[in-house]
């Protein structure tokens, strides 16, 4: 029997995936799972109980992602089960950014007691105008699940679209509309489009790329849309380009105490995902990889360990090894296995940085003591044998 805890409300969908083996809990104490959207785990004392966390959504600012990793933890996340919510979200921010919607909305709603408001409205809309999107160029920075999206779908509506990503994959590339354009530097990005829309985590790398030195490189009037970190952006240069008219709007998913209270700015208080559809998806996809990791020790979409799959665990037992990333460790597990005369069916080992993990599948069940022994060798992070 697994024990999980909810720390935020899920879709019941997703719950409704759960099996008679799961039972819900409402203490962190000898849970085997966590699931998760915005609470902040940083400051939880994580039960050495704990294999598995995931965050229904893409973001994992809210878990203690080192502390996690060093005990064995693998967290998880749900990249695109969100992705067309927020995509939706960009385009409707695009529009409202170059289409004055909210003022025109806002003088209705004032002027509404006015018997003659059809004919006073036709002098009024002018101050009202705005720009079409068709023909207009849009910078897509980070080709991920979402910019894809994005991009494509600014395209099919007659954009000119470039893209910047160094690490796209494969998958992604091949859903892009033949349309679009990479570039090699983002900076091409920032000196040529008319919209510019980031899709990048917030890694030390890319804490404030938008910046004076990136902002100097805009044309003016350029409408700026952030949907992935408001730490991307350093909002003292921010609010200055949006005096100066550099930038003509900015567009955000992550409004702070300083952008909330600038000129210029159209902010949604963090909207992208809050659809039933998204909550739904990213429900449904974070329980199916934890109870694909704790019933076969598979691991997809983890954000601290590596991808690694064998598959249904039908054989006798599976050894699941979350290890150091150093030099023969898959040696020293295999002859121990051979000590205790058990034959390895199948398996397979991943690394990612400092951390490896491992699996074997064995033709018997495996004896007392082993688990023991593995568990104590030098490098070995968490063990977990499943048994068919």
Request: charged residues 20%; proline residues 4%.
């Amino acid at each position: 029997m697994f024990q999980y805890i909810c720390l935020n409300p899920i879709a019941p969908v997703g719950l409704e995936q759960m099996t008679e083996n799961y039972q819900q809990t409402d203490v962190l104490t000898d849970t085997d799972a966590v699931l998760v959207r915005s609470a902040s785990m940083h400051e939880m004392d994580l039960p050495n109980s704990l294999s598995a966390i995931a965050r229904a959504g893409a973001g994992v600012n809210n878990i203690p992602l080192d502390a996690c990793t060093q005990k064995g933890i693998v967290v998880f996340n749900t990249p695109g089960a969100n992705a067309n919510g927020v995509k939706e979200l960009v385009i409707a921010g695009m529009l409202l950014a170059s289409r004055d919607l909210k003022g025109g909305m806002d003088w209705v709603a004032a002027n509404k007691s006015d018997p003659a408001i059809g004919k006073t409205m036709e002098k009024a809309k002018k101050q009202f105008a705005g720009r079409e999107i068709q023909g207009k160029k849009l910078g897509v920075i980070g080709l991920g699940a979402i910019g894809v999206l994005v991009a494509n779908a600014a395209a099919h509506l007659g954009m000119e679209v470039y893209g910047y990503d160094p690490f796209l994959s494969v998958e992604n590339a091949l859903k892009m509309s033949r349309s679009i354009q990479l570039v090699k530097n983002q900076d091409e990005i920032f000196t040529s489009c008319d919209f510019i829309t980031l899709h990048v985590p917030l890694l030390d790398s890319t804490r404030h790329m938008v910046c004076q030195k990136t902002l100097d490189l805009m044309k003016d009037g350029t409408i700026l849309l952030n949907f992935a970190r408001t730490e991307l952006v350093n909002d003292a240069d921010l609010s200055a380009a949006l005096d100066s008219g550099k930038v003509a709007k900015y567009v955000t998913d992550f409004p702070d105490a300083q952008t909330a209270n600038m000129e210029h700015v159209i902010a949604f208080p963090h909207l992208g995902a809050s659809t039933e559809e998204s909550e739904d998806n990213c429900a449904v996809m974070a329980v199916r990889q934890v109870m694909d990791y704790l019933e076969n020790g598979n691991i997809t979409n983890s954000v601290n360990y590596p991808a690694c799959s064998l598959g249904k665990a039908e054989k006798p037992a599976r050894i699941c090894i979350a290890h150091k990333n150093v030099p023969g460790m898959i040696s020293r597990f295999t002859t121990l296995i051979g000590e205790h005369h058990l034959n390895i069916c199948d398996m397979i080992s991943k690394s990612r940085g400092e951390y490896s993990y491992a699996m074997f599948d064995l033709d018997h069940a495996v004896p007392g003591d082993f688990t023991k022994r593995l568990s104590a060798m030098d490098g070995i992070v968490k063990v977990r044998i499943i048994e068919a």
